[in-house]
């Protein structure tokens, strides 16, 4: 592969604005809207207009044409009487139906922007509820002198916000709100730590103080300098509202679950401009394919990266998949250098620290698509709601083996025992399940061992490495830290998809999250879901042999990744040594300098322990901090 086709401009939709008593020229907006190009090349609009109280309010939109590639879906969009100003970024899919329901309102456009501002006129902010999609909202009501910020139910368009005394600023990115007057960068280090040990920043935080992320299904109002957030869909209370009606026999949970999901991605399919699947030969991705093919009279786009590497590739499967399906199939080859390629692209697309290796991969899959076609369906969500991570097993054998992890610890915490350091000689698993003691962090298991470096390399923060699970509790561990993803690793998850796909202007849907697929998964029994003998994602698998053979998809899962340890031990350990220098990090003020050197300088050596996770985490913020702020 050329580096031209690899690193090409990205050209989705993107928005900002702001409201505050000092206003900004149309100028300085532009120019916030303009950072995020890549997200929408096909239109742009920015307006500056006063509100009542005193307050100038700006409203801007980078818009990827997908439905009514008219100007008529020209943003900012308005109510007839001007009364309603708003911008939108992603899509209604139940915008007919609701359109249906409005027949008093005079459309002038075919694009679901419009269906919004008319369903709003109707029924207020609640309106919301009626709204099946992904979308962030920015809504000015002239009436009522409010700005509404609302995100859809689980997070798959992102929304910032910073707070400035009585002012806010808002965008689909923040290295649009960094171009706003006064923006300061000051890092916020008390997130710090679980993004060392979880590879992402957790919803609602983010790297910089003062700014925020709109928590999926939250709106935000802002009236006369008075901000009020609340929820109007959430994860835990949704659970706990749907799992009282459980469907107990598995053929009708089956044939319900078949059902909404061929709803979803019909859904889905909706488009102007072409329309492929991401498919990796994996379960969710192959089932979304074949539901979308089984309701296309022609073959559907299907994309597949492959690597040099067997460790990572599931290209051959994908393929053999393709075949069956019948699908028109697309693969492209890369080697570890095209992947190495794009790593100093991360910190640009990615404007705050995020070390998931898998995002290196989904943005070359987006690319390969964005070729032939402008919207995209993946597979996202199916392992946190249908139980389908590695962990999860692991959270499964510590449950098991929790009383022998609490006898072991005891033992060892004896005096004499504990002088001889017996705790450090014993099997790590073992050790790791002795040291889970702590019933509301019980589930984070997998970064158990990373907790005590990280806790070194950052000793000044009084934050813990761990989330708190109380607010997730299940007898059963593994609904435990299911819910716990849902709520923190998923969102963070869509965002990789989202900054991966936009960066080539490419629009994600995912139908596994439909909120009704998400509702759903919620009466269907955990057991249905995972059993020692069919593993996570039973359900899942079940209905995908409706449409593939059993013996075509049961194989071992590889997932996408990329060799970061061998990458950070061989070519990029100059600038990971450079970026641990007790020099630079005394001057840096944010790691402990003596101790990190050490740590990192071990881990090269083959000295340290294997956690690579918290290096290349490490790495990854070093290149975002020289990016952004050095």
Known sequence: MKDTELVGRGIMCGICGYISKREIDLQQLIAMNDTMYHRGPDDCGAEIFEGNSGYSLGLAQRRLSILDL??????????????????????????????????????????????????????????????????????????????????????????????????????????????????????????????????????QET?????????????????????NKNKYWDVIEMYHQKSVNLITNFDEAKSQLSLILTDAVKKRMISDVPLGTFLSGGFDSTLVAAIAQSMSQKPIKTFTIGF?????????????????????????YISEQDMLDLVETIPEFYDEPFADPSEIPTMLVSMLAKRDVTVAL?????DELFCGYQRYIRVKQAQQLDFAGALVNGICNIPILRQMDILNKIPNRVKTIALNREKSKRCQIHITNSVGIVNQMLPDSSEDCKYDESRYYHKDWQQECMLLDQETYLPSLLCKMDRASMKYSLECRCPLLDY?????????????KYTSN???????????????????????????????????????????????????????GIFEPSYTNRFIQAYIDNSGANLTNVVWSFFIFQKWYQYYIN
């Not at 009704?516 to 249905?528: A, G, K, W």
């Open 378 to 382: 993946s597979g996202d969500g199916g």
């Open 308 to 332: 040099d590497s067997a460790e990572y590739n599931e290209a051959i499967y994908a393929k053999e998949v393709a075949a069956y399906l019948g699908t028109a199939h697309t693969e492209l």
């Open 207 to 227: 790297i910089f103080e003062n700014v925020f992320q709109l928590e999926p299904g939250c709106i935000l109002s802002f009236h006369g300098g008075d901000i």
């Open 516 to 528: 009704r697929v998400v509702e759903l998964s919620y009466q269907i029994p955990h057991v249905f």
């Open 534 to 588: 069919s593993g996570g994602k039973r359900i899942l698998k079940e209905l995908t042999y409706n449409y593939v053979p059993k013996r075509i998809m049961d194989r071992p899962k590889h997932g996408f990744g990329a060799p970061v340890e061998k990458w950070l031990k061989g070519v990029l350990k100059e600038s990971l040594l450079e970026y641990s220098e007790e020099k630079y990090l005394r001057k840096q």
């Open 70 to 203: 008219s100007e008529l879906g020209h943003q900012p969009m308005y109510s007839s009487d001007k009364r309603v100003s708003l911008v939108f970024n992603g899509e209604i899919y139940n915008y007919m139906e609701l359109r249906s329901e409005l027949n008093e309102y005079d459309f002038i456009s075919s694009c679901d922007t419009e269906v919004i501002i008319a369903d709003y006129l109707k029924w207020g902010i609640s309106c919301i509820n009626r709204l099946n999609g992904m979308f962030a909202i920015a809504l000015y009501d002239k009436k009522s002198d409010t700005l509404f910020l609302v995100r859809d139910r689980m997070g798959e368009k992102p929304l910032y916000y910073w707070l400035d005394n009585d002012n806010i600023v808002f965008a689909s990115e923040c290295k649009a709100i960094m171009q706003y007057p006064g923006f300061k960068k000051e890092v916020n280090i008390k997130v710090l730590k679980k993004y060392l040990c979880n590879e992402y920043i957790n919803s």
